[in-house]
């Protein structure tokens, strides 16, 4: 059984740029969530959605966004990047939230 | 953002110990999740408790969720050079799916 996918595994950017990050969960999960983890501020949840829809989100600004498509594949993206962007990114998916998180191996994004 | 108080910060230990951490909050929990992460990994679901006063095992590892609601601990007992690694903590309540990490316990393990 395949586990939570994410691409890329890294990526670099300039500040003022967008990016986008692809999770692709566990077959037959329906619930996907997004984490930001710095040495400063640890592990902090971004949003989760279920069946396409976006059913909780943290407090992060705006340029935070993402969605879920009708196979449970998930992306999220960044708009004006800024330095403090500069994260961890972690999908985790669940079969229908509530417990039993499984998380991928991270996006490690750098800005400069 | 927020973050549940985990102790201690780091532990540096000799094989064959037992360690222990401990997980606090000021906000009640209906979940309480021990997750354990590697280097340029994700974190790894380790234990999981549901019930207040719940006493869970995972192998060497041991778990309980606090009577209170409030907290949690980990035991893991007679260590072994693999359990180096970064310990979290993590709270939920029923209301949302968004899981409250603590501020992690960093193992190292000595032969």
């Known amino acids: 059984k395949a586990g939570v996918t994410q691409t890329p595994r890294y990526l670099i950017k300039t500040r003022g740029q967008q990016v986008t990050l692809s999770c692709s969960p566990i077959s037959g999960h329906r619930s996907v969530s997004w984490y930001q983890q710095t040495p400063g501020q640890g592990l902090q949840f971004l949003f989760e959605?279920?069946?396409?829809?976006?059913?909780n989100k943290g407090n992060f600004p705006g340029r935070f966004s993402g969605r879920q498509f009708s196979n449970s594949r998930s992306e999220m993206n960044v708009s004006t990047l800024e330095l403090g962007d500069s994260a961890l990114y972690l999908c985790a998916s669940s079969v229908a939230g509530g417990y039993g998180y499984t998380f991928g191996s991270g996006t490690r994004l750098t800005v400069v | 953002g927020q973050q549940l108080n985990q102790s201690p910060q780091s532990m540096f230990i000799q094989e064959g110990e037992d360690v222990s951490m401990n997980c606090t909050s000021s906000?009640?929990?209906?979940?309480w999740l021990w997750y354990k992460q590697d280097p340029g990994e994700g974190p790894v679901l380790l234990i999981a408790?549901?019930?207040?006063?719940e006493l869970t095992s995972n192998g060497r590892l041991t778990a309980q969720f606090g009577i209170t609601r409030k907290d949690s601990f980990l035991n893991i007992s007679a260590s072994i050079p693999s359990d180096v690694g970064i310990y979290f903590c993590?709270?939920?309540?029923?209301?949302?799916?968004?899981?409250?990490f603590g501020t992690g316990t960093r193992l190292q393990v000595f032969p």
């Open positions: 959605y279920f069946s396409e829809t976006q059913r």
């Open positions: 993590a709270g939920q309540t029923y209301n949302t799916d968004k899981l409250i």
């Open positions: 408790l549901y019930k207040a006063g």
């Open positions: 906000s009640i929990f209906n979940t």
